[in-house]
């Protein structure tokens, strides 16, 4: 193998590792996504109580493969069931903004990114995401905690999220900011391991500023980690959306 350490063979095998790889990303873009999503979303919609008539339509108005579907068949659906739709379609890792076709009318988003926050909030009433004592590192028990509120999140990778952390005021607020900052950071590269991009996430460290109303800023429940939409933001077309130059 003494032949790889002489640089044109290396510089060779690198173009052909880049020819390789830009094949292995091209076959995973543009049309391949789209059909990949044409073919998840019926198992979604049928889940979710569409039926065989409500169909996902992965196509922008000019034709081109996109990932914010159309969907259509649902003029007979009360909206709680085509809420429902749409959060299962939206949940399809890939998929973008949903749009409803009523006829020739065209009709946003369903749901609001807020329920996002309405959905984590939901779990993290029930449980807690803990940390080794003093510690940023989230213990192994919390693991499918943070599976699930990056399953609730997915759905509404249009909004910016932020990810706060507290403490209890059980020592020097300088220490507790730093180690909130610490643990909010570490939820959030957690979610982006989860496939939630980080550029969505904002983190915060409050340290023990905002105890839990009825609790004593010594409590140790105050220890918490907190989500809350901040702002929505359009999604950015990417390149299975804009067509390329011809």
């Given at each position: 193998m003494n032949y790889l350490r002489k640089p044109?063979?290396?510089l060779i095998a690198g173009v052909l590792a880049?020819?390789?790889l830009a094949y292995t990303v091209g076959g995973a873009?543009?049309?391949?996504?789209?059909?990949?999503?044409?073919?998840?979303?019926?198992?979604?919609?049928?889940?979710?109580g569409g039926?065989?008539?409500?169909?996902?339509?992965?196509?922008?108005?000019?034709?081109?493969?996109?990932?914010?579907?159309?969907?259509?068949?649902?003029?007979q659906l009360d909206e709680t069931t085509r809420s429902r739709i749409a959060r299962a379609v939206a949940a399809l890792p890939g998929v973008g903004g949903i749009r409803w076709s009523d006829g020739d009318m065209m009709v946003e988003q369903h749901f609001s990114p807020l329920h996002c926050q309405e959905d984590v909030q939901a779990l993290l009433r029930a449980r807690t995401i803990r940390f080794e004592e003093s510690s940023a590192r989230i213990d192994v028990a919390s693991r499918s905690l943070i599976d699930e509120v990056a399953s609730s999140l997915r759905p509404c990778l249009g909004a910016v999220i932020q990810i706060a952390g507290h403490t209890d005021r059980s020592g020097p607020e300088?220490?507790?900011?730093a180690l909130s900052t610490e643990r909010a950071e570490a939820v959030r590269q957690a979610l982006m391991q989860r496939g939630i991009p980080g550029n969505v996430l904002q983190v915060a460290g409050e340290g023990s500023s905002h105890p839990v109303d009825g609790l004593e800023p010594t409590d140790p429940a105050n220890r918490r980690i907190e989500f809350s939409v901040i702002s929505t933001q359009p999604l950015v077309p990417t390149p299975v959306d804009t067509p390329a130059p011809r």
């Open positions: 044109q063979f290396a880049c020819i390789a873009s543009g049309p391949g996504i789209a059909r990949a999503l044409s073919a998840s979303a019926p198992a979604a919609i049928q889940g979710a039926g065989d008539e409500v169909v996902a339509h992965f196509q922008s108005p000019n034709g081109w493969p996109s990932r914010h579907p159309v969907l259509t068949g649902a003029e300088d220490i507790n900011i």
